[in-house]
Every structure is written in C-alpha cells, then in structure tokens.
C-alpha cells in the first residue's frame, strides 16, 4: 500500500455506488453525479454491460473522473473490468483467488470486510484499502473501534453514510467512503430524475468541501 496507489482515493473522497437498470440510466446518471461535484464513480456489475459503461464513462469524462468497478465478484469480471480502463475495483468480500485476480489486474484493489478476521484475511491477500461493508451496522463508532488495531489500513465505509454523517466517517479514520442509495437512490434512477441525483451529489461534495477546509 503506497502514497501514490492510494493518492486517487483520497482526493477523490467519495465514491459513488452507481446500481443502474440500464447503460443509458448509468450514463445520465454518472452526468448528474459529476454536475453535482462527485467525481468518483464505482459502476457495480449489478449494472447491466457495466464493462461497457465504464469504457463509456472514461472515454467522456477522462482525468475528471475517477472510474471502477463493483460488486466484483468473479476473476472473469476484474480482468474485464481492467480491460474497460477501470482505475479501482471493489468486491463485497474478501476470497483469496478474487483479490489475487484482481490485483494482478495492477488496479487499485478494495476487498470488502467487516470484522477484524475478515480485516487480517483483507491485509495479508494485499488489498490496497478494506472496505468495510455494511458500514451502517456499526456507524463510525465501529470504523473508530477497528482503527485501534489496525491503525496503518486504509479503511473505506460503505452503506449508512450520509452528507450529514460523512465528517463522523472521517474523523472516525476513514480513507474515503463510498455511498449508495443515500447519493444515487433506486427510485431516481427507476423515474429518471436526475436532477434529484445532482441535488444530493452536491450535497455530498459541499460536506466533503467542508471537511477538508476545517
């Protein structure tokens, strides 16, 4: 784990969990993301063609963008995923023959935990930062209680964060955090209101603002 692996994680802060019923509705959703100041996008592969969208999103968006994967869960889809220029790729666990895939993809690497076991099996296969997921069993009191013993990894949250509880996350030790339904909820998606998409992404990035100015 180094400076420059885990640089783009921090200065990008919050990833979107971006759950899409179509290419197009994870496209217009991505624009409304990034008009509302959030700039890194996870494209799970619960997303139907979520290879090609993130081509898509990399070929529109470029250095602005700081474009994955997620809810990765075969070698298959980590090798495709890399292919499509994804700069990250996420799992909702940790396997030993998934994070070796994913690393030898040469991609930032986030492998999902949520006890200390689970955190030691994340460390030892070499994920570059633990997703500790569902973050909203414990909130950030937990994420503070797994700093103790594990003070030097980078830990990301991800369920239960909020704009008005992201400060919480990060004083609690957090790299970055990821948020889902709470920045890019189901039932805008499934009306197309991305307007509403874009209201709570610039929530999301003034609270960000916000902690990095204090």
Do not use: C
Request: charged share 15%.
């Amino acid at each position: 784990m180094t400076t420059d692996v885990l640089a783009p994680v921090r200065a990008t802060g919050v990833l979107a969990v971006l759950r899409a019923p179509s290419p197009e509705h994870a496209m217009r959703a991505i624009d409304a993301l990034i008009t509302g100041g959030i700039r890194g996008i996870e494209v799970t592969y619960s997303t139907p063609d979520a290879a090609a969208v993130i081509a898509r999103a990399i070929a529109t968006y470029g250095a602005s963008a700081y474009v994955g994967a997620g809810t990765v869960t075969t070698a298959e889809q980590a090798r495709e995923a890399a292919d499509a220029g994804a700069a990250f790729l996420v799992s909702p666990g940790t396997r030993p023959d998934l994070t070796q895939a994913m690393k030898a993809t040469g991609t930032v690497t986030m492998t999902g935990a949520l006890t200390p076991t689970e955190v030691m099996s994340a460390v030892e296969l070499g994920s570059d930062v633990v997703k500790i997921f569902p973050a909203s069993l414990g909130g950030p009191s937990f994420l503070g209680a797994l700093r103790g013993p594990f003070p030097n990894v980078p830990l990301m949250p991800t369920g239960g964060v909020t704009p008005d509880n992201l400060a919480t996350w990060f004083d609690a030790g957090a790299v970055a955090a990821g948020a889902g339904g709470d920045l890019v909820p189901g039932a805008a998606l499934a009306s197309e209101d991305y307007a509403e998409i874009t209201r709570r992404a610039r929530l999301f990035a003034e609270a960000l603002r916000a902690i990095r100015e204090a």
